[in-house]
């Protein structure tokens, strides 16, 4: 038979379902006509007892306890004590709870404050703090029917942890647990790739968070709770649904870094501009660099979620060919009057819109003074005919984007000496280039070239 609701079974047939069936839907319907049964029997209450007791599939026990509450409370409390003290599925306590919300709101909340207790003694945190912790729990729970109390790995709390994860913001960092606490209080919290669709509200009961991970989730929102968490300074969002930065990020003073590549978030988004004018751009314009400028670098630390280095701090000789190690950093240089000299994105912006990547390379291009350009796997299709306006440009790298076409206004570029557009969908390489006499090198290795009119690579070789 594919169900039980088309037939007329006693009690003796639904228990024996109940007790010998192999598939749950099954079980869960014949104790669904169980729950029907507002009359004391005791050959259910055993039974029920019995699922609570020994049974293995979470949904079988959270039913049955539901089941328990609805007709058996006035009798059965011990049983109710024995749940809180030794259950740890999330779901069994959520079924409780729910039926006792409306019918019994005093006994709820004693229950409910016993359920924290529970999480206080398992996760070393304050009861106040837990409470986020249970609705998140009963959120997953919602999807994930097996979930324990128990689920999130901490920190083991070791003096080298505790440094790594206070400086330290690489993923690295979180590697094998999903929070980190001191003395009871959350400090770290990773909720990365959860499948997360909003957040709960009670995360402003967090006060000491410092460091916030949510990035690889569906969230377009977050609640206006979080303004309580004024000790934020870190705070990923990025490969969201946001379109614009939430209103409640411009209240947290001290969140000092921000990651939201890979949204719908654009530099005339009004709460992302607000932000960039209000934390990122300052910095910069202290250097000397123009508004326009500076705005832009702003936009680039706010979509890659970490501050630039300058070129004095890297590593030299520095080889741009292993930008692949590079995809967690971007640097700048400048000249002693403020303009941008140099600009380098590694990576990790290629998750943007196209339109976005278009505005911002143009902009880009009104950087008058740049003498060098690497731009490396930042999904760029298409090159501004504006690029012609870099007079001053003397290095190109656009490496492993998904260029297609190089334009004709690279030609006014007379200074330019060193061009590669290795890992591209280039087919045509313009013959104008044999015609630029400053070139040294140029490369087009891995293009799906069909028409060669110049070498691959190209090296002009200088007499000593």
């Known amino acids: 038979m594919k169900d039980i609701s088309s037939h007329h079974l006693d009690i003796n047939q639904l228990i024996s379902i109940i007790e010998r069936h192999e598939i749950s839907n099954f079980r869960l319907d014949a104790l669904s006509r169980l729950d029907k049964i507002r009359h004391p029997n005791e050959q259910v209450l055993r039974l029920i007892e019995s699922l609570i007791v020994t049974e293995e599939e979470t949904v079988i026990r959270a039913k049955a306890a539901e089941t328990l509450?609805?007709?058996y409370l006035a009798t059965e409390n011990n049983l109710i004590e024995w749940i809180f003290e030794h259950e740890m599925a999330v779901l069994v306590f959520r079924s409780i709870l729910d039926v006792l919300k409306e019918s019994m709101p005093q006994y709820h909340e004693t229950l409910e404050q016993r359920l924290l207790e529970k999480y206080a003694k398992i996760h070393h945190l304050v009861p106040e703090e837990c409470v986020f912790f249970r609705d998140l729990d009963f959120m997953i729970s919602e999807t994930s029917k097996g979930l324990e109390i128990d689920w999130p790995p901490r920190g083991d709390g070791t003096p080298e942890q505790r440094e790594m994860l206070e400086?330290?913001?690489?993923s690295s960092a979180w590697d094998g647990f999903m929070f980190y606490e001191v003395n009871g209080h959350v400090k770290n919290l990773n909720l990365s790739e959860?499948?997360?669709d909003r957040v709960p509200e009670s995360i402003g009961n967090l006060r000491r968070l410092k460091d916030l991970r949510l990035h690889d989730n569906n969230l377009k929102s977050l609640p206006s709770t979080m303004e309580n968490l004024t000790q934020l300074r870190n705070l990923e969002l990025h490969k969201n649904r946001f379109k614009d930065i939430p209103e409640v990020l411009l209240n947290l003073r001290k969140l000092a870094r921000i990651s939201l590549g890979g949204n719908q978030i654009g530099l005339k988004s009004k709460h992302a501009r607000s932000f960039i004018q209000e934390k990122l751009i300052g910095k910069y314009m202290d250097e000397g660099i123009d508004h326009d400028s500076a705005e832009v670098l702003g936009f680039i630390e706010l979509l890659k979620g970490s501050t630039p280095l300058k070129t004095n701090?890297?590593?030299?000789?520095?080889?741009?060919?292993?930008?692949?190690?590079?995809?967690?950093y971007w640097y700048y240089n400048t000249d002693k009057h403020g303009h941008i000299t140099e600009l380098a994105v590694y990576g990790e912006v290629s998750y943007l819109n196209m339109t976005l990547i278009d505005f911002l390379i143009k902009r880009i291009c009104k950087f008058g003074h740049l003498e060098e350009l690497y731009l490396y796997d930042c999904g760029i299709e298409k090159i501004p005919k504006s690029i012609g306006e870099l007079r001053f440009l003397k290095k190109l790298h656009l490496v492993k984007n998904r260029i297609n076409k190089i334009p004709s206004s690279l030609r006014s570029l007379k200074q330019l000496e060193d061009l590669d557009f290795s890992y591209n969908n280039i087919t045509?390489?313009?013959?104008?280039?044999?015609d630029m006499e400053n070139i040294r090198f140029y490369y087009f290795g891995h293009n799906p070239i069909r028409e060669i009119s110049v070498p691959l690579v190209f090296e002009k070789e200088y007499p000593p």
């Open 313 to 328: 701090d890297l590593e030299l000789p520095f080889d741009h060919n292993d930008f692949h190690e590079m995809t967690e």
């Open 167 to 170: 400086r330290d913001h690489s």
């Open 194 to 196: 959860s499948g997360l």
């Open 428 to 434: 045509k390489i313009p013959r104008f280039l044999k």
């Open 69 to 71: 509450v609805k007709n």
